[in-house]
């Protein structure tokens, strides 16, 4: 079965630098995430869409934005990176409106800001 | 306080023994619970979902979800050393909404 693709999975950037990560859902999946993972810390939910909209938003730093195009998948564009900003990025998809709101992780970027 | 709270471990069992998981949730409102698996530098693999008091079983894991207490569990039978992994209770309010995750406890399962 498709999973969560994300790319890409390895960025490394200096600080000040902008980054942009991509996401493209499980197929037919309406819904995207995204969560910020730092080491040793558990999965931090940083925003969603629905329908190509903003549904909910987290603890995302002004300097990140986020979007969902109308083929559903999903980018995150970093500015003015920090070194806090080290971290693995997940984004997950679900399907509303079934029996279950069952959220699928991608792989990942691991992001590595010098 | 975090709104999910599980002990961050390790937990160590042999080869072949029950590993029991436990977390406790502080919003009443939470509607889902999740079970992920996550190896390090890896995604969270999910084990179990759980919506409704009772348990669930799925092979060798067993979730369990009690609300009145705001509890949830996962039992994972017959062990292996494969199972070694942090595993992260996940709970959201409404339908779709964002995971709250816990710190996760590590399993270590030894032969």
């Known amino acids: 079965a498709a999973g969560v693709i994300q790319s890409p999975r390895h960025l490394i950037k200096e600080k000040r630098e902008t980054a942009t990560l991509k996401c493209y859902p499980i197929?037919?999946?309406?819904?995207v995430y995204w969560y910020q993972q730092g080491p040793g810390q558990d999965p931090q939910f940083l925003i969603s869409?629905?329908?190509?909209?903003?549904?909910d938003k987290g603890s995302i730093p002004d300097r990140f934005s986020a979007q969902q195009f109308s083929d559903y998948h999903s980018e995150l564009n970093m500015s003015s990176l920090e070194l806090g900003d080290s971290a693995l990025y997940f984004c997950?998809?679900?399907?509303?409106?079934?029996?279950?709101?069952?959220?699928?992780f991608g792989p990942g970027t691991r992001l590595t800001v010098l | 306080q975090k709104e999910v709270e599980q002990n961050s471990g390790p937990l160590s069992v042999p080869e072949g023994a029950i590993a029991s998981l436990n977390c406790t949730y502080s919003?009443?409102?939470?509607?889902?619970f999740f079970w992920y698996r996550q190896y390090s530098g890896k995604s969270p693999e999910l084990i179990m979902s759980?919506?409704?008091?009772g348990d669930k079983e799925d092979g060798r894991f067993t979730a369990q979800l009690n609300k009145a207490s705001q509890y949830v569990s996962l039992l994972i039978r017959d062990s292996q050393p494969s199972d070694s992994a942090t595993y992260l209770c996940?709970?959201?309010?409404?339908?779709?909404?964002?995971?709250?995750f816990g710190t996760g406890t590590r399993l270590q399962v030894f032969p």
């Open positions: 997950a998809s679900s399907l509303v409106g079934t029996s279950t709101d069952t959220q699928y």
């Open positions: 197929p037919r999946h309406d819904t």
């Open positions: 869409f629905y329908e190509k909209m903003q549904s």
């Open positions: 919003d009443r409102g939470s509607q889902s």
């Open positions: 759980i919506y409704s008091n």
């Open positions: 996940a709970v959201n309010i409404r339908p779709a909404d964002k995971l709250i």
